[in-house]
């Protein structure tokens, strides 16, 4: 009799679940894109460990491992391109519109959504409205807001963004804007880890500086920014271009400071030296236009970029991609 009434139990618990599972589907509004959107978000994060696994494992320079990284670009990019319909149709996924867990989904999705800055920007707005009206996660907001920042070369505000590459390389966070209250502004936003916390899980050390200390830094950050520059400007005009694109890496680098002329010399120094590591010059050049520089169409087949083209051809085809994508977003 007690089995039977403990089955029955179960039996109930279990109907009652999926009948409140239905309920809470059915309660949003557009359930279809809330399935589309967590199906796009679990393919993300599979590609994206796998991926992730290859480096821990030193296969970078398999084939497996370039074609598994075109594949990510690809997906990435589709990612995009469907969440830019879905948005333009029905706005901001909210809690209303999809449900919680769609909601953060999407957020994922828009963060990775690296390859066109502008439509981060755009969705960054959007975000806000609804977290404003509960209708999102305000640590999302944190985080895409970061993002944003250091995608334009611009400090960031609550310690998200880091070089380490989710601990992949050794790293530290990119400038922060008023660094000794950044702990004080992650929990006004929800974020549940402390900043040392979320630095260690990124593999490096972190101590939040005094008001002082952060000041030091601020000026440390602006002394070293314009003596990079001073050393860039001259070693251009003296046509020293190793010299002028190591120093002007350091200058693309001085968040909060870099000008957008920055990052356009970096990527044409970066070219002329034929640098080791004359890829990064696309990530400049996209930084740029991210800022709404649009005089791309007088560069791009300009002879001083001509190694930054032929460096990499596939990188230089993507870029191409993101420079129209990017169009889009203006």
């Known amino acids: 009799m007690k089995n039977h009434l ?12 999926s009948v409140q599972g239905q309920k809470n589907k059915q309660s949003v509004q557009l359930p279809e894109i809330a399935d589309e959107i967590k199906k796009m978000r679990d393919e993300d994060q599979k590609m994206r460990i796998k991926w ?13 491992f370039k074609e598994m990284t075109k594949a990510s670009i690809a997906k990435d990019r589709a990612n995009t391109a469907r969440m830019r319909e879905i948005i333009a149709e029905h706005g901001w996924p909210t809690y209303d519109l999809v449900g919680e867990g769609p909601s953060n989904n999407a957020w994922l999705i828009i963060q990775h959504a690296d390859r066109n800055p502008l439509f981060q920007a755009k969705c960054l707005l959007l975000l806000k409205a609804a977290v404003d009206k509960g209708q999102a996660n305000p640590s999302n907001y944190a985080y895409l807001y970061d993002r944003v920042q250091v995608a334009t070369g611009e400090k960031q505000l609550y310690a998200t963004q880091s070089t380490s590459n989710n601990g992949l390389t050794e790293g530290y966070f990119q400038a922060i804007e008023d660094e000794s209250n950044v702990q004080k502004r992650r929990e006004a936003m929800g974020i549940d880890r402390s900043v040392e916390e979320y630095a260690e899980s990124m593999g490096f050390t972190y101590t939040i500086p005094t008001p002082e200390e952060a000041k030091q830094r601020a000026e440390q950050l602006a002394s070293d920014y314009q003596s990079n520059l001073a050393i860039a400007t001259k070693a251009m005009a003296d046509k020293n271009y190793t010299k002028a694109a190591d120093a002007y890496r350091m200058v693309a680098n001085a968040n909060g400071l870099v000008t957008t002329e920055d990052f356009i010399e970096a990527a044409r120094a970066l070219s002329l030296a034929k640098h080791p590591e004359a890829k990064e010059g696309t990530r400049y050049l996209t930084r740029a236009m991210a800022r709404g520089w649009d005089r791309f169409d007088q560069i791009k087949d300009h002879p001083d970029f001509t190694w930054l083209r032929e460096v990499s051809a596939s990188n230089w085809v993507d870029f191409l991609i993101t420079a129209d994508q990017m169009k889009l977003d203006k």
């Open 52 to 64: 992730s696994g290859m480096v821990r494992k030193g296969k970078t320079e398999t084939e497996k």
């Open 6 to 17: 403990f089955t029955l139990f179960i039996l109930t618990l279990l109907l009652s679940l």
